[in-house]
């Protein structure tokens, strides 16, 4: 079986950046299992992965776009420590989710705290990386009806959808 659209993929990867810094990695724990062709995943590695079958071990180099976008400089902004009402101790490094105006939820990054002025980001954590994956895949099976309805790969012990 080869990986397609509305097919449950598993693999197994190790993400490094330009560095050959370890980013991320699976090895000693459960593959991750996705549902191709849903956008679960990075759109180039999902690019990538297309057509592959189980055992196939592969190497993929994303640039930034391609992986989890450039990074974009509109979504670094200073605000206000009052805005983030009923936390004590604001620092670098602290994440929070907010909601958009148009009701889409957000996740914004403290990259540093000055007084009362307090600078956060919206992007990715690995936006602006070019990154590495190298990936074995494990698994390949047909999604069920309710993965496909879903839009999304279903665990063994989750919950799914209101």
Known sequence: MQINDHKVVSFHYTLTNDEGELVD???GGEPLPYLHGEKEIVAGLEQALEGKSVGDKLKI????ADAY???DPALIEVVSAEMFE???TLEAGMEFETELDNGDD???RIISVDGDNVTIDGNHPLAGQNL???VEITDIRDATEEELEHGH???DNEECCS
């Not at 180099?61 to 930034?64: D, G, I, R, V």
Request: hydrophobic residues 45%; glycine residues 14%.
């Open 153 to 155: 790969v279903n665990g």
């Open 132 to 134: 590495t994956f190298d």
């Open 106 to 108: 957000e996740f914004v």
């Open 69 to 71: 976008g450039d990074l």
């Open 25 to 27: 990695t699976t090895a």
């Open 86 to 88: 009923g936390v004590e």
């Open 61 to 64: 180099t994303l640039a930034a």
